[in-house]
């Protein structure tokens, strides 16, 4: 299953910062994915997978933003009940912790991505794998 790079950025926590970035990104061309953001001592806290991680990497450069990257593990479900509570079940299961999750959108489909940040990506990847392949028998 897919495995993405995830940035996570601290950047202030004002009226319009996070419409500055995402305006600098889209005139790259870089499509966001999956957002998730939050105050956090005093600043936003941004958890973000994009469709073209190299761009992305430059424009945070180039804003000198600060920002770690971090491998996540990337599926995509379809969307009705319950989906979310079996891929975070088998993780489960698995004894993988899940540090955090969020949603975004598949663009080709519009179809639910789910990013689950863990400990283990690469053994969380193939167990979410599974569950995408069973989501879609079903």
Do not use: C, W
């Amino acid at each position: 299953m897919a495995t993405s790079t995830e940035f996570v950025i601290r950047m202030e926590d004002r009226p319009g910062t996070l419409g500055k970035f995402s305006r600098r990104l889209a005139d790259r061309g870089v499509n966001i994915l999956a957002l998730q953001s939050f105050p956090f001592e005093g600043k936003s806290q941004v958890r973000l997978v994009v469709d073209d991680a190299s761009t992305a990497k430059t424009v945070l450069d180039n804003e000198q933003v600060s920002y770690t990257e971090e491998k996540v593990a990337q599926v995509t479900l379809p969307h009705r009940p319950g989906e979310l509570a079996r891929a975070a079940s088998r993780l489960g299961e698995a004894n993988i912790n899940i540090d955090h999750v969020y949603g975004g959108l598949e663009p080709r489909t519009n179809q639910p991505i789910l990013i689950f940040g863990v400990a283990d990506v690469d053994r969380a990847s193939t167990i979410l794998e599974q569950v995408a392949t069973t989501a879609k028998a079903a």
